[in-house]
């Protein structure tokens, strides 16, 4: 319940305190400005018009409030409606709901949402949604031909509207009738400044298609017609052309024929045409003025919609036949009465196509007689108007709305008093104003106003306005809420606000004068019975059909009933409906004068609330008791107000509350309790209660607060602790686990020994001496065996080259496999070498040999390795003429090559072909092969050679030898390392001694008697090419770069 409790300003005006005009005032623009439209005084709601969308509409919210009692949300229409309905479909009581309010204050939009809420909640199927969707689509059909804009509001409605919505047991609309109440029918011919005239012409003429606009006879642009206001033709935010396609579809969903639908607007269309009449002045021969139609076509064309010819419809028009008893005078009429009578027929013709529409669409909402039905009556009626200058229409009107206040002040009282009489509460009587005897004063049957109107219509003789003034101000000159000119003179009362020709009545709203002017023409109401037989006459069904007084076989001289007297009987009609129904309000309020959202005006809502008889609504709501609820919800909401019923409490609700008032020593002049409700008889106790349920709930917060956050912490220990706990146990548990795991390891270990030491003990007797060296010995066999045998079979290749070997499986066998490893190899290489012939023998002799002599010392010995040794490099064999040089003694040459020989001298170099043999080596000169130095291999002393990869080597030869005068030989050899491995060999044949092989890069060469010192350089190429060069240093120096 958000009564008070977050609400913005109060929710309901009986809990406003003061109750004063301007805290109400005050109360509405803060709800208006916070958009809260709607406020309740009880079960009265007020509507304040926000000019805008609001997003409190919808399904959404219709399916909220649905659910909800009328106290449950916030003020909205919805609760209303919702309450009006569920009260009809369950409790089974006829509804109605009264929309008042002045122009423009959102009434016909507020009975809208109402039957939107109704449509939207109540049953559905195929049928009741077709009754449905023919009830919501007579009001865009009503708005067209019944709105126009006006300044006060855009969509304004110029009729009252009562609709019956009716209902079967179920609650499922069955149909429904309309009823309308004065369509202001002068607007047809005449428009106020800014105004525009009924919507349907506008609509027609926009939105009517070209083929419509010529079978119409009409063209499209609205200036063409005299009874369209010029200025303002369109309206913003109004699309005429849509809208007149969606009247066009509303007819046809409500039941309309195509053809009934054509002739409708064929009728508007003739109105519009009628208003373009011209007539002029025409002179008779008698003198008297009389008059024409000046525009032939026009009338022409009028009379073939019509079916009528166009002499008769112009004599209709401009003459007027008096009916006697025994003659009948024609007079014709001038140019003024001509035009009136020409208004009075479209005043006529559209105010009874309306009424025509209505009843068109009664016949088709209808339901059948049958039927028990459930009603709800929507009545959307103009509210309390005082206007500069207040006409017929304005009296007619504020005798309505006193009516309606009349209605409302004893519905709610009585309403209120029923309430007191079921709860049992002695009622106390209510002080307000009674507007019966203002209500009197208009209608009463013999003295009423409106009796005395219809006398003066009626009674023979001048009658005039004026007359009709003063039999007023005769018969009223006492009256307390009368006032005119002649009454305020006898009392002495001077105001110069009041006419001559004026009247005031103080109605419950306020003071209204009224002009008398045209009061007699308007409640006349006639219409010169010229033009309705003419009408009568036409040939078209449905204008033919609007005028059955024209029947010539129906004269009756009996005059039709007055205006005034016919809208006093629907008055009637409507209060006696209203009556037998509960009533629901909705007050309308426009909130300012510019229809603009956000704008407050107090002064302008000030005088609404007046005419709407706000306070005094508060007032009558407050009379009794200003608040009330069922002990239910009461005791639901402030049991916390009490020990005795906080937090539970299992007896009766009324009994609770019955505790809780004790408890807050609540003045019992201040409450009474009725047999469902409690009732509360100021809102200042409310308040106390309010302020108190605050301050308690305030309380009660920290105690769940405080409660809250001790539970939290202790659930926060408990879990803390529980974890301690856990951690704890496990880390101990841990700890005495590895203590245990020591102790257990240690046990077992001196078990062991324990029982290690016992079984050794025990089993002493039977162990031999050596018993444990024969098992380890055999121990020992086994795995020697077995790791011989599994060598045996594993073992690698008997290529010599292959070293691999199996690794020993026990370290023990190390020393032994490695053993093994070399007899293999040796075994290996014995058998390669068993393979091997004398001459493979003697070249790895020779092979071995260089590899004594060279290995390591010189640069070329590692290439010569893999290359065998040829010994012939100059084909000795097939030249025997070489072969001849050599001393056949000596055996086969050894090595036979060409060598370069460098002088020591100069250094130059020369080509020689050197062989060698068992005994000698031999240089010969390749050109001249004469003579030849053949040296004994005896006398060589020493090889010298380099390190690097060249060729060159110093023959030493000894001082004793025959060719020793010559000195050393310096030498180059492309196979040194041959040549020099065979010489050694040969030299240690021949004499048992080792040539002495020097590798260096510096040595000295006997030259004659004098030495030369040989210095050997690398050069680039290092000597692998062969190529040297000598260069002398001083007299006894050589450097040789290779
Ligand atoms: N609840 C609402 N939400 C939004 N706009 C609204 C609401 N009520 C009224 N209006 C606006 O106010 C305008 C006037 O409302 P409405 O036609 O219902 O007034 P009225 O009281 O029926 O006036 P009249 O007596 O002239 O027929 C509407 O056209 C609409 O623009
Ligand atoms: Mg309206």
Redesign the pocket.
Known sequence: MTLLEGSVGVEDLVLLEPLEQEPLLRNLQLRYEKKE?YTYIGNVLI?V??????PI?GLEFIAKYRDYTFYELKPHIYALANVAYQSLRDRDRDQCILIT??????????SK?VMSYVAAVCGKGEQVNAVKEQLLQSNPVLEAFG?AK?I???????FGKYMDIEFDFKGSPLGGVITNYLLEKSRVVKQLEGERNFHIFYQLLAGADAHLLKALKLERDTSGYTYLNQKVSRVDGMDDTSNFKAVQSAMAVIGFSEEEIHQVLEVTALVLKLGNVELADEFQANGISASGIRDGRGIQEIGEMMGLKSEELEKALCSRTMKTAKEKVVTALNVIQAQYARDALAKNIYSRLFNWIVNRINESIKVGTGEKKKVMGVL?I??FEILEDNSFEQFVINYCNEKLQQVFIEMTLKEEQEEYEREGIPWTKVDYFDNGIICNLIEHNQRGILAMLDEECLRPGVVSDTTFLAKLNQLFSKHNHYESKVTQNAQRHYDHTMGLSSFRICHYAGKVTYNVNSFIDKNNDLLFRDLSEAMWKARHPLLRSLFPEGDPKQTSLKRPPTAGAQFKNSVAILMKNLYSKNPNYIR?I?PNEH?QQGQFSSELVAIQTRYLGLLENVRVRRAGYAYRQRYGPFLERYRLLSRSTWPRWNGEDREGVEKVVEELSLSSEELAFGKTKIFIRSPKTLFFLEEQRRLRLQQLATLIQKTYRGWRCRAHYQLMRKSQIVISAWFRGSRQKKQYGKIKASVLLIQAFVRGWKARKDYRKYFRSGAALTLSNFIYNSITQKFLLGLKDNLPSTNVLDSTWPAAPYRCFHAANQELRQLFYRWKCKKFRDRLSPKQVEILREKLCASELFKGKKASYPQSVPIPFHGDYIGLQGNPKLQKLTNGSDGPVLMAETVKKVNRGNGKISSRILLLTKGHVILIDTKKSQPKIVIGLDSVAGVSVTSFKDGLFSLHLSEISSVGSKGDFLLVSEHVIELLTRMSRAVLHATQKQLPVTVTENFSVRFKESSVTVKVIQGPEGGRNGKLSCKKKGSCGLEVTV
């Open positions: 439209i509507s018009n926000p000019y805008q969308q609001l509409y309010g002045e122009s423009g204050s959102g009434k016909t939009e507020a949402l709105n006006t006060r509001n855009n969509n304004s409605s110029r959307d103009y509210g309308c426009k229809q």
